[in-house]
Structures are given as C-alpha cells and as structure tokens.
C-alpha cells in the first residue's frame, strides 16, 4: 500500500467554537494536527488577552487525554482595540496573532472594524512588536459583486495598508483569488497566506451541483476553476509563502439547512487527507509535507513538530453527521470517498 510519512501538520486557520458541545471536532483536529491557529470569532468574540487565556483553557478541558495538541490563541480586532492590549498580546506566550474582519464580512464578524483608520494605532503597534495581523480580505460593501470581494479588498484595502505600514507581518487568510496569490508572490516576506482544502479541491460549480448545496456555502465563496487552478499551483510551488489553514468552519446542519444557511464549510475530520488527494491530483505529493509542516511554524516562528504521522492510501466511507453542539454538523464529502486515510497510532 500507498504511503506517505509527514513531520506533524498545523493548522494555521481553525474555528473550534466553544462550550461541551465541540468536543469531537476538538478530537479531530487533535488527532491529526500538533498546533492551531484558533479563531476568535465567538458571539460575543474574544477581545482581550484574559478571555483569550479563558478560551484556551476551556479548549484545553474538552482534550482527549493522550494528546499534546496546542491551541494557538488569536484575538479579534475590533474598533476599539487598544494598542495596550496589543503590547499585552505580543507578550502573551499563548498568543500568536490578531485577527481583522471587516465589520460584517462573514459569520459573527458584527464586531468587527468599520474603517482600517480607527485601529491605525493598534496596527502600528503590531507592525512595531512583529505580531501578525490575520486578515478575513473582503469588502463588506453591497455594491461590490460577491466573486469580486477579496480582489477590491486587496487593492483599496490591504494594498494602501503595507504602503502605510511596510513591515506589518500579515497573514491574508483563506485566499481564493489568482489576484490574491499574486499578491502575496510580489509582497515582502512579512506577508503570508493561507489556502484551505475546500478551496484547492472545489470550484463555484460546487455549490450548484444538482440543485442548491448548503455544505459547499463558505466565505470567501468558492470561486471559478481558473481561480482554483492558481491556489492549486502556488500550493504545489514550493513558495514557502503558503501554508496550510483549513478554515474548517462547523455550524449545525439546521444553521446549513435553512432558507438563510450560515457560510463555513467543516473540514477538520479529515484535513490532512484532503490535502493529500489535492497535491496528488496535480502529481505534487513531494511538496504537501512543507506547505503543511513546515513554512507555517517558519512564518511564525515557532518551531518545526518533530513528531510524525502517517497517510495510508486507503479509501473510506465519510459518515453523514457528527455530533455537534445540541445537533450534528455535516461534514465536507458526507457519504462519499476520500481516498487517504490518517493512520491511526
Ligand atoms: C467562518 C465561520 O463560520 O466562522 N465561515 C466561513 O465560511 N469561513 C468565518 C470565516 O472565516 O469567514
Ligand atoms: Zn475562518
């Protein structure tokens, strides 16, 4: 059989969410991945340092035991964030970053920032103390075609920004754009990006296929194949610029199923696999072991994970659900194939 061994993954872009009810998909991610970046877009969201360190140690109660998984804490960036709380952050050895979403982008985003010129200060005081700023990269504005959000962001947003702030260590998240890998390509080191699995495997045809699909719905919304074609290649690259963020995003299957369905897309029961079947389908299996282990920890300068795990090629059968908060959450590929399979230690 099929094998392949890589130094422990991370995940550099997580929603675990909160409370009793996410303990599976803890588990998931736990059994695959060493570190994760964890998103701190709760309702309400997690502002400060104190309820970051509070976050962590609720994530920390609901591990498995046998596990040496670490959640990586990020606060959420709001107009009223301090640069304070952003010299408390930098010093803070359980967090590693701030996230920006602009002010009703995407799911419980109600908080954050409405203009890039009230929290000029707390960015000048990341760019001064080399915390990374994460960055959801889409304009919220109603007159903007949705497929055109991350490349309007880019230009009137995020451009000017690193003009303002040339060192400003910055994560453009979840990209899905040609325009957004070729942004990150013609920017300094200090400017990464991440790339989720669902976005290197699925096109917007997914979305409508046989009718309307709720678990393809996510934001940034999966975008045409020219676009995924381009994700595909910069990930494949070896341009230690990209890494691996799955964005794996859970909302219970009524919160999907519904005439207004939430955007996210659950893929943290088998990231690492379908990551695999992505860099395999363009004949790149050779490069999946840095984009997923190694440029991420560079970028944020933690160490490389010594330990390892092991993908069998092996199919097997996605389940429809699992359990979830009061329901269930319906995962990416539910009642299909996948075709690696993590081995279990
Ligand atoms: C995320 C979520 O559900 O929290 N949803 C998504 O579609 N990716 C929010 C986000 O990262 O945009
Ligand atoms: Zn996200």
């Not at 799955?246 to 009524?254: L, N, R, Y």
């Not at 379908?274 to 944020?300: I, M, Q, T």
Request: glycine share 4%; charged share 20%; net charge negative.
């Amino acid at each position: 059989m099929q094998k392949i061994i890589l130094a422990q993954p991370d995940d550099w872009h997580l929603h675990l969410r909160d409370g009793i009810g996410t303990r599976t998909i803890v588990e998931h991610t736990a059994a695959q991945f060493k570190r994760a970046i964890i998103m701190p877009n709760l309702a309400p969201p997690v502002t400060t340092v104190e309820q970051a360190e509070a976050y962590r140690s609720r994530i920390l109660d609901l591990l498995p035991a046998d596990t040496s998984f670490e959640p990586l804490m990020t606060l959420y960036l709001t107009d009223k964030t301090t640069e304070e709380e952003v010299y408390k952050a930098a010093e803070s050895k359980n967090i590693h970053a701030i996230k920006m979403y602009p002010a009703g982008a995407t799911t419980n985003s109600d908080f954050g920032i409405t203009d890039i010129n009230n929290v000029i200060n707390a960015l000048t005081a990341m760019e001064k103390m080399e915390l990374p700023l994460l960055i959801h990269g889409e304009v919220t504005d109603a007159n903007v075609d949705v497929f055109d959000r991350e490349a309007v962001f880019i230009d009137t947003v995020l451009a000017p920004l690193l003009d303002k702030l040339p060192s400003l260590r910055v994560v453009l998240e979840h990209i899905t754009t040609k325009h957004g890998i070729d942004f990150v390509k013609q920017s300094g080191k200090n400017v990464a990006g991440t790339l989720t699995a669902h976005h290197l495997l699925l096109n917007r045809n997914a979305i409508f296929q046989g009718g309307i699909q709720p678990h393809h719905y996510c934001l940034p919304i999966l975008k045409r194949e020219t676009h995924r074609q381009a994700l595909l290649d910069a990930a494949t690259s070896g341009d230690s610029s990209f890494f691996l963020g799955t964005d794996s995003a859970p909302h219970e299957i009524g919160k999907k199923e519904t005439a207004c369905g939430c955007a996210g897309i659950y893929t943290a029961h088998a990231a690492i696999e379908l990551y695999a079947e992505a860099f395999e389908s363009v004949n790149a299996l050779d490069k999946l072991e840095a984009f997923a282990s190694h440029y991420g920890p560079d970028f944020y300068r933690l160490p490389r994970n010594e330990t390892k795990i092991v993908l069998e090629k092996t199919e097997w059968l996605v389940p429809p659900a699992y359990p979830f908060q009061t329901e269930s959450v319906v995962p990416f590929r539910a009642n299909e194939l996948i075709s690696w399979k993590l081995r279990s230690e």
